[in-house]
């Protein structure tokens, strides 16, 4: 048999899957993902035969076979009943309840391998922070904290071996619905999709929050053109990307306040985990829909914000930089644990 080549990982999500691989430095295959439909509608065996097909159409395109293939991480959105075995999830079809997708799938590759495929099953958040955390620690042991904020806020902690704080049930560092202190922000407890009523930090800091925190704030601008308009609270919301990098002012106070409470829950989880990066991640960090003077805004107002909670040598340690990976991240990143676990 001959020695494994590469490490392939999948990224599920709920409408496309995607399949990157690393080879045995860490460095990318390719940085040209494969996506397929994930076509979870059509029951468990769709779901793996688009898996399978994506990974055969890769590993072709990038000159390689079965034999080069060590093993398989699968990135995948929980809840997770125990490792590898999904909950009931609300993206995903009743179907999904219940199936042990780890083994599911690891019986399929070794059938297409002709030898046994180990497969790691994992949380997409936390399997994205590895791939970001391989970018900023380089060679170095340091350990990563990456947050996320997108329509929910991911949160992922990479330890010194490089891989993700999962817990027992694969739902470790789901720091977003960890409550955000409330007297020091000014605002009432809003509600968020979890359920629970204590301030989720994720309501404060991501899009699924927005339509709350612009209403408290439009009802302390009532001058603004958005406090008139007729236009749906979704479309409203939508527009403050751009009407920040416009220069507006109410726009820019939305963004300066999620940036200063996502700056005290760096602060809160630092407190846990002593981390030596801070990766921001989500699309408020990516390069093609926000400025660099905007980024850079966002970034220094949640440094300066985390700044008085830290202990005073974590304030001078901790080094904060954007994301750099966008939507390759999970899939990279699962490739990575399969890696680093073999
Ligand atoms: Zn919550």
């Known amino acids: 048999m001959s020695e494994a080549k590469i490490y392939i990982g999948t990224d599920s999500g709920a409408t496309t899957s995607k ?5 045995l430095d860490g460095t990318p295959v390719s940085t040209k993902l494969s996506q397929k439909p994930t076509d979870a509608h059509k029951g ?5 035969d688009g898996w399978m097909a994506a990974i055969e159409e890769f590993i072709a395109e990038n000159g390689y076979g079965w034999a080069d293939v060590g ?4 990135s995948i959105p929980g809840p997770f009943l125990a490792p590898g075995v999904l909950g009931e999830a609300a993206n995903l079809p009743k179907d999904m309840d219940g199936w042990n997708v780890a083994a599911d799938y690891a019986a399929r590759l070794s059938k297409a391998a002709g ?5 790691n099953v994992g949380n997409d958040g936390n399997y994205g922070g590895v791939a970001e955390a391989r970018l900023v620690r380089g060679e170095g042991r340091g350990t990563v904290l990456m947050l996320a904020p997108g329509s929910g806020l991911g949160v992922a902690f990479v330890d010194d071996r490089g891989l993700p704080l999962d817990g027992d049930s694969l739902v470790g560092m789901e720091g977003g619905h960890m409550p955000l202190p409330l007297q020091l922000v000014g605002m009432p407890a809003f509600k968020c999709g979890c359920g629970r009523d204590w301030g989720c930090v994720e309501a404060y800091t991501t899009i699924s929050g927005l339509p709350q925190l612009l209403a408290v704030m439009l009802e302390r601008h009532p001058e603004h053109p958005l406090a008139s308009s007729p236009a749906p609270i979704k479309e409203k919301v939508l527009s403050l990307r751009t009407l920040a990098q416009k220069g507006d002012a109410l726009a820019n106070e939305i963004f300066d306040f999620q940036a200063k409470a996502l700056g005290i829950h760096v602060a809160n989880l630092a407190m846990a985990v002593d981390p030596e990066f801070v990766v921001i991640g989500g699309g408020l960090m990516d390069p093609e829909s926000t400025t660099d003077a905007f980024r850079a805004r966002y970034l220094k107002t949640l440094e300066e914000a985390a700044k008085p909670y830290l202990w005073p040598a974590q304030r001078k340690k901790i080094k904060y930089s954007a994301a750099r990976l966008g939507e390759l991240s999970q899939a990279i990143g699962a490739a990575l644990v399969a890696l680093y676990s073999a």
């Open 19 to 23: 399949v990157g691989a690393v080879k």
């Open 44 to 48: 468990r065996d769709a779901v793996l």
């Open 115 to 119: 030898r046994p495929i180990k497969v």
């Open 71 to 74: 093993g398989v991480g699968l």
